[in-house]
């Protein structure tokens, strides 16, 4: 089976972009902006401290081990509807200790 190059041009400009931005939501994070997770009837929308940012950009930056959700989740720390920047390890943990069924590890 071939590939089209223009086919992989344009997955390569797409994830260009999008790791373009999460390195952006990243370092605006780093400079104190939270990562919300809003809750609509048929649909989940994030907003970086009230900017809309695309699912594919939140997902990939949510899985970073420098991010971490804020305890404000119902059912564990993957739950979490906040997220915010942390420096180190430590700080990973202590930002989920309030989630209920957290565990440090």
């Known amino acids: 089976m071939m590939i089209r190059t223009n086919t992989l041009n344009a997955r ?3 994830l260009d972009r999008v790791n373009s931005k ?7 994070m780093r ?4 990562l919300h997770r ?10 970086l401290s009230g900017r809309p940012i695309s699912n594919d950009v939140a997902r990939i930056v949510t899985e970073r081990s420098d991010i971490v959700g804020v ?8 739950f ?5 920047y942390a420096e180190t390890n430590w700080s990973r943990v202590t930002a989920t200790a309030g989630c209920p069924s ?4």
């Open 31 to 34: 400079d104190g902006a939270v």
């Open 71 to 78: 305890a404000d989740c119902l059912f564990g720390p993957e």
């Open 12 to 14: 390569a400009k797409h």
């Open 22 to 28: 999460v390195e952006y939501v990243v370092a605006v």
């Open 80 to 84: 979490s509807q906040t997220f915010r």
């Open 102 to 105: 957290s565990s440090p590890t």
């Open 38 to 47: 809003v809750h609509q009837p048929n649909s989940i929308l994030w907003v």
